[in-house]
């Protein structure tokens, strides 16, 4: 019988993939039980007491990292998001000097090493006096992420069917009113799906914000600084309860989309 290499290999290939994947985070879920004192790198026995008291006071600068993060994350995403979409509907819409100039900027943090762009900014905040605390950092984070939004929302802007928008200016719609019910609903899937990206780069971001956050620290820099003596599992539980968070709104979303899906082919 003749067997084909091709046919096995892709299959033992996506299952190596995803083990080496799989593993860090597997252990990073498993070790978040660990009865640990001082070092979480050796097993020392099962416990639920990391989970019930992940904030206990001897531990607390892990959650105080973690609400850095999450309050970094949520304003960089919004103002990112806010100026992204405005500057994606400009490019896409209108004509003006400088455009494709403009564009060719807004590539360029995507495509700038964050080593280069952190040292930059942290450089421009000293030569101005500005002292780092978190409003450097959200100020860093929301200019990386601008261009990031941009590129989504831009795509989301040019696919957009101009017929729309004029039927609604026919029905004798004002230029508020088309945007508010015809553009920004269509327009809403990618905005979120740019936004939902400004935030977990932000939120994930660990050489620009070590370049700028001053004394302050985010989650991402209280691992790094733990991990010498090994991450302790109050991290990981944490860790472990993002990943679980994300996981079930992938799992929902994509539930509900398969739901739709269904209703619109009974009805079709």
């Not at 500057?87 to 403009?102: D, H, W």
């Not at 809403?188 to 700028?212: E, K, M, R, V």
């Amino acid at each position: 019988m003749k067997i084909s290499l091709g046919k096995w290999l892709l299959p033992l290939y996506t299952v190596l993939a995803l083990i080496f994947l799989m593993v860090p985070i597997v252990y990073t879920f498993v070790f978040s039980f660990n009865d640990s004192l001082k070092s979480n790198i050796t097993w020392r026995g099962f416990t639920f007491d990391k989970w019930l008291n992940v904030c206990q006071v001897q531990n607390g600068a892990v959650c105080e990292a973690f609400g850095n993060s999450i309050l970094i994350g949520v304003v960089a995403t919004v103002a990112a998001t806010t100026l992204g979409t405005m500057i994606a509907i400009a490019l896409v819409r209108y004509r003006f000097r400088f455009r494709s100039q403009t564009s060719l900027l807004l590539f360029l943090p995507m495509a700038t090493p964050e080593v280069v762009l952190g040292a930059g900014l942290a450089a421009q905040f000293l030569s101005l006096g500005v002292p780092k605390d978190m409003s450097t950092i959200i100020l860093a984070h929301t200019m990386f992420c601008i261009s990031f939004v941009v590129v989504t929302v831009k795509a989301r802007v040019a696919s957009l069917d101009p017929a729309l928008e004029e039927a609604g200016r026919d029905l004798y719609g004002s230029a508020t009113q088309v945007f508010a019910r015809i553009t920004f609903p269509l327009l809403l899937p990618g905005i979120l799906a740019a936004a939902l990206l400004s935030f977990a780069l932000s939120f994930d971001d660990f050489i620009i914000t070590n370049f700028n956050s001053g004394a302050v620290t985010t989650f991402p820099k209280y691992i790094y600084v733990s991990a010498a003596r090994g991450i302790p599992a109050e991290a990981n539980v944490i860790a472990s309860a993002v990943f679980i968070f994300a996981l079930v709104i992938v799992v929902t979303a994509q539930v509900s989309r398969a739901a739709k899906e269904k209703r619109l082919a009974k009805l079709g």
